[in-house]
């Protein structure tokens, strides 16, 4: 639920961010889903899975809902960071 919020947040972030410094948002909005997505689930399924073990199949709700934070949190992180070194640039 979380990651889908901050996901629609991206994706109006880059939408408004490539129309005012005149590129092609579809293609933006797709590369940040891309990579938001991608880094979401590496670190689901690649750090946190192998580090809970068991516990990442049997938690409670605080636990998920903190598994799901991270990811979002992290993705939209690295998002960020490919926003000001990449799609900013392209406007020079």
């Keep these: 639920m979380f990651g889908g919020l901050i996901a629609a ?3 109006y972030w880059f939408y408004q961010t490539a129309i005012r410094i005149k590129l092609n948002p579809l ?18 399924f690649a750090v946190l899975k192998p580090l809970m073990g ?3 199949k049997n938690h409670g709700m605080v636990s998920g809902v903190m598994i ?9 992180a690295v998002v960020a960071l490919f926003h000001a070194k990449v799609m900013l640039k392209q406007a020079r």
């Design 9 to 11: 947040l991206v994706c």
């Design 27 to 44: 293609q933006w909005v797709i590369g940040a889903l891309i990579i938001f997505y991608g880094v979401r689930y590496a670190w689901t």
């Design 54 to 56: 068991a516990a990442f």
């Design 68 to 76: 799901e934070l991270s990811g979002a949190v992290i993705a939209a």
